[in-house]
Each structure stands twice: as structure tokens, then as C-alpha cells.
């Protein structure tokens, strides 16, 4: 089992930055492939970011170089930089965790994450 709690989200102008948190307990996180993705209101949630436990990252198209992943396996946290954040990334980020099985377009797939936190409010507004 892991849990996984996010931190970080919050209100901020369009432009602006935020950095989202998520602490993973349970299991030997440095195994663990990371993911963040995000769900709008009427929407399907979205993949924004993953990574590996060796740092190897993945990103939706949308994202553009806006944002970054990044980990600090001492910590068991996964962080999300979001800059120049437009309207339409306001949505809930979910941080997920699995397994790594060594297959890259796994780690796109919502399905293929066992593990979810809570989720975290990201609002930008114009």
C-alpha cells in the first residue's frame, strides 16, 4: 500500500506559479513511478506529469515547458513547478504512484496508477 498526500494548490493570477507537494508513505518510494494529473469540472482527468525513480520524466503535451517534475527520494515527496499558469489549468491535481514496470506509455494512463491522493484545488484566474 502507499498514501499519498498533496499540498500546494491555491489561487493565483494568471502568469503566476505554484508549487505542488505530495508525500508518499508505505513503500520503498524510490521504486515508485510518480505521476500528477489533473481533473476540470466535466472533464476527463488529464495526465500532466510523471517520473521515474531515477529521474527519467514524462509530460502531456499541453504542458509546453511550463511545468516540471521533480523528486527528492530522501523526502518520499514529488513536487510540481507550474509557471505561467493560464486559466484553463485550473482543475484538481491528483498525485498517483505504481510500480514501475518498465514501460513508458504506461505511465501516461490513469488506469495504470493503483495508488491516488486526495487531489489538491488549482484555481487561476484572469
Known amino acids: 500500500q502507499v498514501q499519498l498526500v498533496e499540498s500546494g494548490g491555491g489561487l493565483v493570477q494568471a502568469g503566476g506559479s505554484l508549487r505542488l507537494s505530495c508525500v508518499a508513505s508505505g513503500r520503498t518510494f524510490s521504486s515508485v513511478v510518480m505521476g500528477w494529473f489533473r481533473q476540470a469540472p466535466g472533464k476527463e482527468r488529464e495526465f500532466v506529469a510523471a517520473?521515474?525513480?531515477?529521474?527519467?520524466?514524462y509530460y502531456g503535451d499541453f504542458v509546453k515547458g511550463r511545468f516540471t517534475i521533480s523528486r527528492d527520494n530522501a523526502k518520499n515527496t514529488v513536487f510540481l513547478q507550474m509557471n505561467s499558469l493560464k486559466p484553463e489549468d485550473t482543475a484538481v491535481y491528483h498525485c498517483?504512484?505504481?510500480?514501475?514496470?518498465?514501460?513508458?506509455?504506461?505511465?501516461?494512463?490513469?488506469?495504470?496508477?493503483?495508488?491516488w491522493g486526495q487531489g489538491t484545488q488549482v484555481t487561476v484566474s484572469t
Open positions: 498517483a504512484a505504481s510500480m514501475d514496470y518498465y514501460r513508458s506509455s504506461l505511465y501516461y494512463t490513469a488506469n495504470h496508477y493503483p495508488y
Open positions: 517520473i521515474r525513480g531515477g529521474g527519467t520524466t
